[in-house]
């Protein structure tokens, strides 16, 4: 039906060709996006390191740590504090909940946790860090929450955290919180600690429109 | 089949399955459109049910929450954009002078994914679990949660979202490259550049959703963590992935309808339009910063004050382009010879009213101020006067402006009129209170709501069936124009100027084979 185009316009078999080389054009465009959706995940993880913000902490090292000064001109009120998840069925809590230092001291604190389950749980310690602008300038040499905790049943733990607050903290901070929110790694088993509201991710449990009530004690 | 066979008319239930005509496919899309609109009305009047009264005495919260999420899904992807794209496919061809789209096979497909997509959606509610209850914008942790009724939305998203981006594909190549000779770009008619832009914000934004979607899919079944604190990930993530593709979208739902207004207005001012070129660059300038203003939709979750001011003057800036079309709009009727029509009455309606919405969008625009209105009915109230006034009135406007064209009958002017008012009363009786009712902190998607809040949801929901029963006569409206009625002639409209006013009323099954002179 296209084949009667007269008046100088390009012929069909061109006009064609151009519109399916233009369409392909365009899926790239399109699976650039997606990809670039894609990308939008490190880049926020990236962006939020940078910035400081979702109260991720900085790392550091003992050397580095070592050369820099103390400044004795002002303290800083650090707090602690901690949370077991509903599918981690743990006791958790720091030893120290407040200390004062001055910017540049390394500091250890610790947290105790327990297993009160009849059986070994693997938890993982995702930290946080408030006011926002404070993070990157909190500096954990040594954590828990860098690797994931295996507690057999019953087992108790005090589980250090090495930290330096560096001195380039804003004039303006005097009270740095660092929390602590400890989830259970295995899918499953927060589901029967915590209800159906945690089955997400493997082995994911279809249920009925309502949450089962959570076993266990 | 021979090629004179193909050439006429052809028949049947396989006219329909099979057509590559952009005149057909259109029909198509627009009786989809409407079914769906039926769909997502009930719906809203499930909701509104429920909401007449304090108290819970019609549906559970589940099943509330599950209404107020498909309602959304269903109007935006099931009703407002293919009845848009079903308007592109009839009109955008014949105002080029071209003779059919870019690529008909892949149109047919593009609609034929649709009723698949719908039929997805819709049973999700019906199983074990029901449907996602989360809102329609599916924030995880939730939506990591819920069973295989959010699968079958987030796959029904999927089709539909591929729809949207082929059909777009289609839009672009066909303007780019069909363009009758001595059509430049400047000299199309302002439906056909806002469709080019829109398919150009469709392609960029909704790949960005389909990854979103991905990512819950692969959190909720196969391990990973993009929205898993404990992994890790950040349910904040979704928020700004979601609405990167989420902003471009409420544009990409009015852009199309601005264009019709801009067809409609200097037809029965008798005037041209005001400021063609600042338009074309307004409507481009929208576009551009509509990918820029996405945070906005999420003051509240604890961005730093430099992230938080940027958004706001962003949005704030938006404001001035979407300013200079509803100025060139008035100025088009500045000294016209105005007359009423129906598809007048719509487009200034519209305006109008998306006006309103505007105002309520600058005032959500501010981020002190959203504190309070985040989340509120202010911002139903919003997206409901923005959309239903553009895109709805828009909708409206065109099909009343068009209609006598592709049925070649003209309507009852009488009846539409009544249509018009009837939906004008009706909708703002149903939306102008939850202005007040977000102000005096009525949250959204509530099923129950506090004693005091009560006298405005009544006025809302009687406005609520009084607008959806008014949409009945639209609907014998519509048959009846496709059935019978008076003769219309080519041009139809006194004041109508373009390329489709040169084909009969209704156009030939294959128009513009040969391609038009251009003045």
């Known amino acids: 039906m296209a084949d009667a185009m007269q008046d100088g316009k390009p012929k069909p078999r061109n006009l064609q060709a151009a519109n399916r080389r233009l369409a392909l054009k365009l899926a790239g465009v399109t699976l650039a996006m997606f990809a670039f959706g894609y990308a939008l995940s490190p880049m926020y993880d990236v962006m939020c390191r940078a910035l400081g913000l979702n109260g991720k902490t900085g790392r550091t090292d003992v050397q580095t740590v070592a050369a820099q000064p103390v400044d004795m001109s002002r303290t800083v009120t650090v707090e602690f504090t901690g949370l077991a998840t509903s599918g981690l069925p743990w006791e958790f809590k720091p030893l120290t909940k407040k200390m004062e230092l001055h910017p540049g001291e390394t500091l250890e604190v610790k947290y105790l946790v327990r297993n009160l389950a009849q059986e070994e749980i693997t938890g993982q310690a995702i930290p946080s860090v408030t006011p926002g602008e404070s993070a990157p300038h909190f500096k954990k040499i040594e954590c828990f929450c860098f690797t994931r905790q295996t507690l057999k049943p019953g087992e108790t733990r005090e589980m250090p955290v090495r930290f330096v607050v560096d001195a380039g903290l804003d004039q303006d901070v005097h009270t740095i919180t660092l929390s602590y929110s400890f989830f259970n790694i295995d899918k499953v088993s927060a589901q029967k600690y915590g209800g159906a509201a945690l089955a997400q991710g493997e082995d994911h449990v279809a249920h009925q429109g309502h949450a089962p009530a959570a076993t266990g004690g | ?519």
Not at chain 2, 21 to 49: C, E, P, Q, W
Not at chain 2, 211 to 218: D, H, K, P, Q, V
Not at chain 2, 425 to 448: E, K, S, V
């Open chain 2, 1 to 519: 089949m021979s090629a004179d066979h193909h050439a006429q008319h052809p028949t049947g239930i396989t006219r329909w399955l099979f057509t590559t005509n952009h005149k057909d496919i259109g029909t198509l899309y627009l009786v989809f459109a409407f079914i769906m609109a039926i769909v997502g009305g009930t719906m809203s009047l499930v909701i509104r049910s429920e909401l007449w009264q304090p108290g819970l005495q019609l549906v559970d919260p589940h099943f509330f929450n599950q209404m107020t999420t498909a309602h959304a899904l269903v109007m935006i992807f099931g009703f407002a954009m293919p009845a848009f794209v079903g308007l592109a496919n009839w009109m955008v061809p014949i105002m080029i002078g071209a003779p059919d789209m870019a690529l008909p096979r892949m149109n047919n497909w593009s609609f034929w994914i649709l009723p698949f997509a719908a039929t997805l959606l819709i049973l999700g509610l019906f199983m074990p679990g029901g449907g996602p209850a989360g809102g329609w914008t599916l924030y995880p942790p939730l939506s990591v949660q819920g069973g295989i009724g959010t699968d079958f939305t987030l796959l029904s998203i999927h089709m539909l979202g591929m729809s949207s981006i082929l059909g777009s594909i289609n839009i672009i190549a066909t303007i780019l490259n069909m363009r009758a000779p001595g059509m430049t770009l400047m000299k199309m008619p302002m439906f056909a550049w806002t469709w080019l832009i829109t398919a150009f914000l469709l392609i960029a934004a909704m790949p960005v959703l389909a990854g979103a979607i991905t990512m819950l899919i692969t959190d909720r079944h196969f391990g990973t963590h993009f929205f898993d604190a404990a992994g890790g990930g950040d349910p904040v993530l979704f928020q700004h992935v979601f609405w990167f593709f989420g902003h471009p979208e409420v544009y990409i739902l009015v852009l199309p309808a601005f264009g019709v207004f801009s067809q409609i207005i200097p037809t029965f001012a008798r005037k041209p339009l005001f400021g063609y070129a600042s338009m074309v660059y307004a409507t481009a300038s929208i576009a551009l910063l509509s990918f820029i203003v996405w945070a906005h939709h999420m003051y509240t979750v604890g961005m730093p004050m430099a992230g938080e001011l940027f958004f706001m003057y962003a949005t704030m800036l938006i404001a001035v382009p979407t300013g200079v079309k509803i100025f060139n709009w008035v100025s088009t009727m500045w000294r016209g010879s105005m007359t009423f029509e129906t598809p007048m009455l719509w487009s200034i309606g519209g305006v109008f009213t998306f006006a309103i919405g505007g105002f309520s969008g600058l005032m959500l625009a501010i981020t002190p101020a959203d504190f309070q209105y985040q989340d509120t009915y202010f911002v139903v109230a919003h997206f409901h006067y923005v959309i239903f006034g553009a895109t709805i009135y828009g909708l409206f406007a065109a099909i009343y402006y068009w209609l006598p064209k592709w049925t070649g009958h003209l309507y009852s002017e009488t009846l539409g009129k009544w249509h018009f008012w009837l939906t004008t009363i009706g909708f703002n009786l149903t939306f102008f209170p939850q202005h007040f009712l977000g102000l005096a902190g009525m949250p959204r998607r509530i099923p129950d709501y506090a004693l005091q809040f009560t006298e405005f949801n009544q006025w809302s929901t009687v406005g609520a069936f009084l607008t959806i029963s008014a949409q009945l006569i639209f609907f014998y409206i519509a048959i009846r124009a496709m059935n019978g009625g008076a003769k219309a002639t080519d041009k139809v409209w006194e004041g109508a100027d373009g390329l489709e006013w040169t084909l009969s009323s209704p156009p030939p099954y294959h128009s513009f084979a040969v391609a038009p002179k251009i003045k």
